[in-house]
């Protein structure tokens, strides 16, 4: 996972549209940094918001290498399509 993901990466992992993901960043539910035309989202912070999502859907607690490699997954996925 880079460093610092995309709205739209971010929107995969939450189920989520990119404008709800600005939203939340405007509304101060999700740390982003504004730069150009765009915001960019920390991994720490897609990293927290991606594991309440997932472990609260999975029903259990899920490990740091776990949740990294179901979101880099979400992420290739969709950006192969």
Do not use: H
């Not at 982003?32 to 918001?49: C, D, K, N, Q, S």
Request: proline letters at 4%.
């Amino acid at each position: 996972m880079d460093e610092s993901l995309s709205t739209t990466q971010v929107g995969w992992v939450l189920g989520r549209s990119p404008s709800s993901v600005r939203a939340m960043i405007r509304d101060g539910e999700i740390e982003g940094t504004r730069i150009p035309g765009a915001f960019r989202i920390p991994r720490a912070e897609v990293l927290r918001v991606g594991r309440e999502r997932i472990e609260q859907e999975a029903g259990r607690k899920i490990s740091d290498r776990e949740l990294e490699r179901l979101i880099d997954e979400v992420i290739s996925t969709n950006e192969a399509r």
